[in-house]
């Protein structure tokens, strides 16, 4: 890609049309027209934060191959601008692009506190962890001037809940303090997300996130505090950070992870039209080479709905993928297990504060 012709500090470089639009309306900007029409730039690139007002937070998880059973989202849209991240497809519910709006039109959640506090408090509610970020990160930049995620954690340790955590941020340290509080009752595990050792691939498939010695650092951190954390291995690209595996969980059990986890890439809906622009530019001698293997792993398609194989792959490629994480397991963490969250801490809270009335 031509260094002067990029979006700097974006992942995807165009926005694709919403498969929900296409049909049925017309889509316009009449204020954008009108400044294209003067000769001003209509698009500087700045992040716009648009509040929005949910009636719930915490969604339950229909999907059997996946690892939660409910999570929550304090954001929705993230800044981060991860170019193969499937959350894109979701903004297009919003009525927007899953390209560059996806990473410029941030949606806020400031009544997530509330909406949560009402759901944990009720007699109905059975104690389970819920993920935060089990669609966008809950650490992304927003979170430094939202701080929505941090009064979550709040009402999560006031009420004596578990809750785990998935993001790429370092601004997790921020809130170390409940991160510990929370670490003395077994009631939060933390998932950091590193997918390379490569500050430049880094750049490119993750603008806005921490840089990896950061990361690293931020395990390191989380562990020495008694912060149980899981590293993702997440996705895993072919012929691009598909031979770091065994280096990757090498230094995650190096700086003190217990455990890690993956994922072979794939491609839904809008996200394999975004990538597909991505890498042709981003990596023009190996574009067709990736995304042929990236096929290989699902069946002929970029694409993988299908529940028990999409998360893990099959064919040659996706077999040694898989088989490269178990010897990985075995290797550096073969004494080492991230421990079950206390579901029943809460449970004795909601018995002892019933006993008040």
């Given at each position: 890609m031509n260094p002067k012709s990029a979006i700097k500090g974006r992942g995807a470089q165009l926005n694709v049309p919403n498969r929900f639009f296409e049909l049925s309306h017309e889509m316009r900007d009449d204020f954008l027209e009108f400044c294209q029409k003067e000769g001003e730039e209509s698009d500087k690139n700045k992040t716009l934060y648009l509040e929005v007002f949910p009636k719930t937070i915490v969604n339950k998880v229909e999907s059997p191959d996946i690892g939660m059973a409910y999570s929550m989202n304090v954001y929705q849209g993230c800044e981060h601008g991860c170019i193969y991240c499937y959350a894109r497809n979701s903004h297009e519910f919003w009525g927007y692009s899953a390209g560059l709006d996806f990473e410029r039109r941030i949606?806020?959640?400031?009544?997530?506190?509330?909406?949560?506090?009402?759901?944990?408090?009720?007699?109905?509610?059975?104690?389970?962890?819920?993920?935060?970020?089990g669609n966008t990160d809950c650490y992304q930049p927003a979170e430094k001037q939202f701080k929505i995620t941090r009064q979550c954690l709040e009402v999560f340790l006031k009420y004596q809940h578990p809750v785990a955590i998935i993001t790429k941020n370092a601004l997790i340290l921020r809130d170390l303090d409940?991160?510990?509080?929370?670490?003395?009752?077994?009631?939060?595990?933390?998932?950091?997300?590193?997918?390379?050792?490569?500050?430049?691939?880094?750049?490119?498939?993750?603008?806005?996130?921490?840089?990896?010695?950061?990361?690293?650092?931020?395990?390191?951190?989380?562990?020495?505090?008694?912060?149980?954390?899981?590293?993702?291995?997440?996705?895993?690209?072919?012929?691009?950070?598909?031979?770091?595996?065994?280096?990757?969980?090498?230094?995650?059990?190096?700086?003190?992870?217990?455990?890690?986890?993956?994922?072979?890439?794939?491609?839904?809906?809008?996200?394999?039209?975004?990538?597909?622009?991505?890498?042709?530019?981003?990596?023009?001698?190996?574009?067709?080479?990736?995304?042929?293997?990236?096929?290989?792993?699902?069946?002929?398609?970029?694409?993988?709905?299908?529940?028990?194989?999409?998360?893990?792959?099959?064919?040659?490629?996706?077999?040694?993928?898989?088989?490269?994480?178990?010897?990985?397991?075995?290797?550096?963490?073969?004494?080492?297990?991230?421990?079950?969250?206390?579901?029943?801490?809460?449970?004795?809270?909601?018995?002892?504060q019933l006993k008040l009335f």
């Open positions: 949606m806020v959640k400031k009544d997530a506190p509330k909406l949560l506090e009402a759901l944990i408090k009720k007699k109905s509610w059975k104690a389970h962890p819920i993920v935060m970020s409940l991160l510990k509080a929370l670490a003395k009752d077994n009631l939060i595990g933390v998932n950091m997300s590193i997918t390379s050792l490569s500050e430049d691939t880094r750049r490119i498939l993750e603008p806005r996130t921490a840089t990896i010695k950061k990361r690293l650092e931020t395990v390191r951190i989380l562990s020495e505090n008694g912060i149980p954390v899981n590293v993702m291995l997440a996705p895993i690209i072919p012929s691009i950070n598909s031979h770091e595996i065994l280096p990757l969980a090498k230094a995650a059990s190096d700086y003190g992870a217990l455990g890690i986890a993956h994922t072979i890439v794939r491609l839904n809906g809008a996200i394999g039209e975004i990538f597909t622009d991505w890498i042709k530019k981003t990596m023009p001698d190996r574009a067709d080479k990736v995304l042929h293997q990236i096929e290989s792993c699902h069946g002929g398609n970029l694409n993988d709905s299908r529940y028990g194989t999409r998360m893990r792959g099959e064919g040659k490629i996706a077999e040694q993928i898989n088989m490269l994480v178990r010897l990985a397991r075995k290797k550096y963490f073969k004494s080492k297990a991230m421990p079950k969250l206390n579901c029943d801490l809460h449970e004795t809270y909601k018995v002892g």
